[in-house]
C-alpha cells in the first residue's frame, strides 16, 4: 500500500508541475533572440547540459534512467519508470564599445519529462520543453525631431522590444532491435506567441503623442523526430555508442495580427493609457516552415566511472520561412565536448564518492548575421549529479548544471552578451505499474 501512495503523491507533483509550467512564459533577455522566432532551446536536460550540451548517443548514465528527447531511441534502454522536472534561472549583461553593465536576470521552470518501460526493450515518454524565447527591449535616439538640428532639444527615441516564446508538447517511442540497436520518435506539438513591439516617443515635445506598432503571431503545428543508437561492447560494463536523431523539416501554423496605436507620454517619460487604435491588420492565416536538424554525436562510458562524448549538430536556417517570406538567417553548426566522472558510484561510506561531476564546452555558429558580422556564441559548462538516498526499488538524483558563455561581438557598433545559465533537475527513478503480491 505504501508503494501506491508515494507513486500517487509522485504523480499528483508532476500533475502541478505541468500546470505550474503551462503557465510560465519562457522568455529571453537577449536582443539577438529578435531574429526568427527567438533564440532555439535544445531539449536537453540539467546532466546533459552539464556536459557541453551533448546527448545524441547517450542513453544510460551510470545505468541511471535518463529521458534524451534529443534522441528518442535512447527511450529503448529505459526499464524504470522515469520522471524529470526542473526550473531554470539566467542572467546576461550586455555591453557595447562604449557602454557596460546592463544586467537582466529572469526565472521559470524549464522542463518536465515523464518516460515508462512498455517491454523489456522499448518505452514511451512524454513532456513539455521550451522551444524557442523571445525577449529583449532597447532604443535609438536622434535630436532634432522636425527640423533635423543636431543640438535640438527635441529628441525622438525609437524603442524596440520583444516577449513570448514556443513551448514544445511531445510523445514519443523507442525501442530496441537486439541488444546493439535502438530507433525511436517523438511526435511533437510546437505552440505558443510571439511578440514584437516598434515604438516612436518624443518625451520633451509638448503635445506629441507616442506611436507603437505591434505585430502578434500565434503560432501551432506539429513536428517530428527520428533518431537511432547503436553501441558496442568494448569490454564489460564499456560501451561505445554511435547517435543520429533529426528533427524533420515541417509547416506550422502562424496567425498574424497588426496593431498601431497612440498614447501620451508626460514630462517623466511614463506613458499612458492607448488613446486610439490607428491601424488594425489581421492577415490571412499562414504557415511558417521549420527547418531540417541534424544531430550527430558518439560517447564511451565505463559504467560506474566514467562517460566522455561530443556531437556535432547542423540546421538550415537559411530555409525558415514565416508566411513566405525568408527570414534571411544563415545555416546553423554547433559543435559539443563533455563528460563526468564519478569516483565510486557504489561506494558505501563516501557521499562525495558517489556524486557525478561534470564538465564539457560548447561552440555555437548561429544563424544570426548583423552588419556583415556573424554572431557566435561560446560557453564552457560545468554540474553536479547529487543522488539521494534510495527506498526499495526508488532511485532518486538533483542534477545541477552551469553554462557560463559569451554571445556576440563588440565590433562594427554591435553588443557582446555575457551570461550565466544555471538549471536545476530532479530525477527519479521507480518501480511502477508492478502488482506485488503481499502488501
Known sequence: MIKYIRSGFTFLLTCFAVGAFAQSTATSSSPYSQFGLG?????????????????????????FNTINVLNPASYGYINLTTIDIGAYTGISTLSNSTTTGQTNANFRLSHFAFAAPVSKRSAISFGLMPYT???????????????????????????????????????G?????????????????IFGNLHKYQSTEVPYLYGALGTRSERSNSVGGLNYDLGTQVSFDLAEGTHLVFGYSAALSTKLNSKINNYTSQYMIDASGNEGVALDTLYRLQAPDGKIKLPMMNHFGVSLQKDGKFLVGADYSTTNWNTLTIGDANQGLKKSETYNVGGQFTPNANALHSYFARVDYRLGLKYDKTYINV???????????????LPIPRTNNTFYKINISAELGRRGTLENNLLRENFVNIHLGFTLNDLWFTKYRFD
Do not use: C, W
Open 39 to 63: 533564440l532555439f532551446n535544445d531539449p536537453l536536460l540539467p546532466q546533459t547540459r552539464a556536459m557541453g550540451g551533448i546527448g545524441t548517443a547517450i542513453n544510460k548514465i551510470n545505468n
Open 133 to 171: 524565447e523571445l525577449g529583449y527591449n532597447y532604443r535609438q535616439s536622434a535630436k532634432g525631431f522636425g527640423t533635423g538640428s543636431p543640438v535640438d532639444t527635441n529628441t525622438v527615441n525609437y524603442i524596440y522590444s520583444g516577449d513570448g516564446g514556443l513551448s514544445k508538447a511531445y510523445f
Open 371 to 385: 552588419n556583415n558580422t556573424d554572431i557566435n556564441q561560446y560557453a564552457v559548462t560545468f554540474g553536479l549529479g
Open 173 to 189: 517511442y523507442g525501442f530496441g532491435i537486439g541488444k546493439h540497436l535502438s530507433f525511436g520518435g517523438n511526435v511533437s506539438y
